[in-house]
T-cell receptor, first 114, second 114 residues
């Protein structure tokens, strides 16, 4: 059972546009929501993360919006650039050690067209 | 140094071969992870080491054998693999097992089993 649902599977955006990737979860025990960026042939890199007590977090062109009541969170990439073309994974974790507690979404392949 | 290194980058092995993957980090992290990633899929957790002790084994077949010789080094010994084991094998580390949500990934080893 997929703990974190991610959409869309793929996304094509013009340079300068806004890229939006959405994730949804059911388990209200999740308390940390990171986003990872993965370029082809590379490992995932932690991009930005949010905790459920905050509704929005911004780092440069990347913003996470979090809706606790809807159990949804999204990544917005403003002024998208060709260099942003990568696969993005949302994830959710539970603050409990000793278990597999980092659950990844299925990934979104973003292509930014020059 | 905020890098996780993995060697080799690529590995081709036959089903009767024995090979090892190596992962190294010098960030003083005390938790290290092995993941398997198939194309267009999120990483799947295989093993977790916490303070050089195996703390999680996600029901991985015994043909995969992890080893943590010291706090900076993590190996994955491979023996009698199957073609379906072909994948990108990722190593990651975090400050400790309490910080599992903030993992730093290496570039991976692309494994092909023939």
């Amino acid at each position: 059972q997929q703990q974190v649902k991610q959409s869309p599977q793929s996304l094509i955006v013009q340079k300068g546009g806004i890229s939006i990737i959405n994730c949804a979860y059911e388990n209200t025990a999740f308390d940390y929501f990171p986003w990872y960026q993965q370029f082809p042939g590379k490992g995932p890199a932690l991009l930005i993360a949010i905790r459920p007590d905050v509704s929005e977090k911004k780092e440069g062109r990347f913003t996470i919006s979090f809706n606790k009541s809807a159990k949804q969170f999204s990544l917005h990439i403003m002024d998208s650039q060709p260099g942003d073309s990568a696969t993005y994974f949302c994830a959710a974790s539970i603050g409990q050690t000793g278990a597999n507690n980092l659950f990844f979404g299925t990934g979104t392949r973003l292509t930014v067209i020059p | 140094d905020t890098e996780v290194t993995q060697t080799p980058k690529h590995l081709v092995m036959g089903m009767t071969n024995k090979k090892s993957l190596k992962c190294e980090q010098h960030m003083g992290h005390r938790a290290m992870y092995w993941y398997k990633q198939k194309a267009k899929k999120p990483p799947e957790l295989m093993f977790v080491y916490s303070y050089e002790k195996l703390s999680i084994n996600e029901s991985v077949p015994s043909r995969f054998s992890p080893e943590c010789p010291n706090s900076s080094l993590l190996n994955l010994h491979l023996h009698a693999l199957q073609p379906e084991d072909s994948a990108l094998y990722l190593c990651a580390s975090s400050l400790d097992s309490n910080s599992f949500y903030e993992q730093y990934f290496g570039p991976g080893t692309r494994l092909t089993v023939t």
